[in-house]
């Protein structure tokens, strides 16, 4: 019998769901992460919004927004109690922003899918802007389950994975939607497990991990289910990472499983003290993969042997996926401390908290995927705030609070 260890994830995910009556709800806190088109910086906040920033202005401090930023709040309709009405409240984002072309797509814990176009957004024009390809999906006042995971653009459509209550049971469902109009393209059947992640698309075929313990592959073009599933023995806690015919996925049971499309059985699987919750990386044949249980590992993708003697021990858990910077590897940990990581050897050291030696270096915690732009790296804290790092000089080069009117 399938042994899931399904443990809430409590201490990474605190999905605001209670409502205060008159008064609304208390601001979520998602993870939304950064990203950049090597431009500007598109983040999502902790109060629902996304931000397009500008490196040298915030770089250079000037007033938020300069040229070229702006602001778009994502909201939903919240009923009161005690016959209060309705009202706006800002939207749980967990997903990233996904970039492509001139727009943004992002989906949100509420059940929506939305496609933004930058250039109207920067004119602050009423949302969705229908001629400049902009929409929201489901386009009425229904929603399909909570997203997540990111979405992921391949062509002209996109993929988003959900979750939906089947009785007692939670199931997972994975929407194809066109990337011009967002119309639904397709809806695969129920699969079994709840669907957190991002879909892994790959030479026409829709990769999902499930919370049961399944690998699922999928026809991209249409929504059917694939011969192959692979079944582990415990669930599976991160999206699928695909390199070279071969999925790295994080499992309940501490490891990261190597499992080459296909097959019945693992490569090879890395064990660990604690879950591998973040999405590795791979490059020049190396994978680099960041733990719970504090270590950065970095083995050979292909036969999972160790590249380095020893693990990277950042001493606390780290749930962000790593960076590569140059010949660097940057981890972030939960609590805050920002590591820079010697590729070739494994050594490497903490950037120092720039007012108290004794904090962590942005002593807030950090959840959400951080990003580099221009050799800096752009972590944005549970405080609300992005840090900008210089992992070369190890410094804090500047902090901005994301909590704009």
Same mark, same amino acid.
């Given at each position: &019998?399938?042994?899931?260890?399904?443990?809430?994830?409590?201490?990474?995910?605190?999905?605001?769901?209670?409502?205060?009556?008159?008064?609304?709800?208390?601001?979520?806190?998602?993870?939304?992460?950064?990203?950049?088109?090597?431009?500007?910086?598109?983040?999502?906040?902790?109060?629902?919004?996304?931000?397009?920033?500008?490196?040298?202005?915030?770089?250079?401090?000037?007033?938020?927004?300069?040229?070229?930023?702006?602001?778009?709040?994502?909201?939903?309709?919240?009923?009161?109690?005690?016959?209060?009405?309705?009202?706006?409240? =800002?939207?749980?984002?967990?997903?990233?922003?996904?970039?492509?072309?001139?727009?943004?797509?992002?989906?949100?814990?509420?059940?929506?899918?939305?496609?933004?176009? &930058?250039?109207?957004?920067?004119?602050?024009?009423?949302?969705?802007?229908?001629?400049?390809?902009?929409?929201?999906?489901?386009?009425?006042?229904?929603?399909?389950?909570?997203?997540?995971?990111? =979405?992921?653009?391949?062509?002209?459509?996109?993929?988003?994975?959900?979750?939906?209550?089947?009785?007692?049971?939670?199931?997972?469902?994975?929407?194809?939607?066109?990337?011009?109009?967002?119309?639904?393209?397709?809806?695969?059947?129920?699969?079994?497990?709840?669907?957190?992640?991002? =879909?892994?698309?790959?030479?026409?075929?829709?990769?999902?991990?499930?919370?049961?313990?399944?690998?699922?592959?999928?026809?991209?073009?249409?929504?059917?289910?694939? =011969?192959?599933?692979?079944?582990?023995?415990?669930?599976?806690?991160?999206?699928?990472?695909?390199?070279?015919? &071969?999925?790295?996925?994080?499992?309940?049971?501490?490891?990261?499983?190597?499992?080459?499309?296909?097959?019945?059985?693992?490569?090879?699987?890395?064990?660990?003290?604690?879950?591998?919750?973040?999405?590795?990386?791979?490059?020049?044949?190396?994978?680099?993969?960041?733990?719970?249980?504090?270590?950065?590992?970095?083995?050979?993708?292909?036969?999972?042997?160790?590249?380095?003697?020893?693990?990277?021990?950042?001493?606390?858990?780290?749930?962000?996926?790593?960076?590569?910077?140059?010949?660097?590897?940057?981890?972030?940990?939960?609590?805050?401390?920002?590591?820079?990581?010697?590729?070739?050897?494994?050594?490497?050291?903490?950037?120092?908290?720039?007012?108290?030696?004794?904090?962590?270096?942005?002593?807030?915690?950090?959840?959400?995927?951080?990003?580099?732009?221009?050799?800096?790296?752009?972590?944005?804290?549970?405080?609300?705030?992005?840090?900008?790092?210089?992992?070369?000089?190890?410094?804090?080069?500047? &902090?901005?609070?994301?909590?704009?009117?």
């Amino acid at each position: &019998m399938k042994l899931v260890r399904i443990l809430f994830l409590g201490a990474l995910i605190a999905v605001v769901l209670g409502s205060t009556g008159c008064f609304g709800a208390p601001p979520p806190q998602g993870f939304a992460g950064v990203t950049t088109d090597g431009d500007r910086l598109y983040v999502g906040t902790a109060d629902g919004k996304i931000l397009a920033l500008d490196p040298s202005a915030r770089i250079a401090q000037q007033a938020f927004p300069s040229e070229g930023e702006w602001s778009h709040a994502i909201t939903k309709e919240t009923r009161g109690t005690f016959g209060c009405g309705t009202s706006r409240t =800002p939207s749980v984002l967990y997903s990233n922003p996904v970039l492509m072309d001139n727009q943004i797509c992002i989906g949100t814990y509420d059940g929506k899918v939305l496609m933004m176009d &930058m250039g109207s957004r920067e004119s602050g024009l009423v949302f969705p802007q229908l001629r400049s390809g902009e929409w929201m999906f489901p386009r009425t006042e229904s929603v399909i389950g909570p997203v997540v995971g990111s =979405p992921a653009v391949a062509g002209d459509v996109v993929y988003v994975a959900s979750s939906v209550k089947e009785g007692s049971r939670t199931l997972g469902v994975v929407y194809a939607l066109d990337r011009l109009f967002g119309d639904e393209l397709w809806v695969s059947e129920a699969l079994d497990g709840k669907l957190w992640v991002t =879909p892994a698309v790959v030479d026409g075929v829709v990769y999902v991990t499930t919370f049961d313990g399944r690998i699922y592959s999928l026809d991209a073009a249409t929504g059917a289910l694939l =011969p192959w599933v692979f079944e582990a023995e415990f669930g599976f806690v991160s999206s699928p990472f695909i390199a070279d015919g &071969m999925v790295y996925v994080g499992s309940f049971d501490r490891k990261l499983n190597a499992v080459p499309v296909g097959s019945n059985g693992p490569a090879w699987t890395l064990q660990a003290d604690n879950w591998f919750w973040s999405t590795p990386v791979v490059s020049d044949g190396v994978l680099y993969a960041g733990s719970l249980d504090g270590r950065l590992y970095a083995v050979d993708a292909q036969t999972g042997a160790p590249a380095w003697g020893t693990p990277y021990d950042a001493g606390e858990a780290i749930a962000t996926s790593p960076l590569l910077v140059n010949d660097t590897v940057v981890v972030v940990t939960k609590k805050g401390d920002v590591h820079v990581v010697n590729r070739g050897m494994g050594m490497g050291a903490r950037v120092p908290n720039p007012t108290n030696e004794k904090a962590t270096t942005i002593n807030a915690e950090v959840v959400a995927t951080a990003s580099v732009h221009d050799g800096l790296v752009y972590v944005r804290a549970q405080t609300n705030v992005l840090y900008a790092i210089d992992p070369v000089a190890r410094t804090v080069v500047f &902090m901005f609070s994301l909590a704009t009117e």
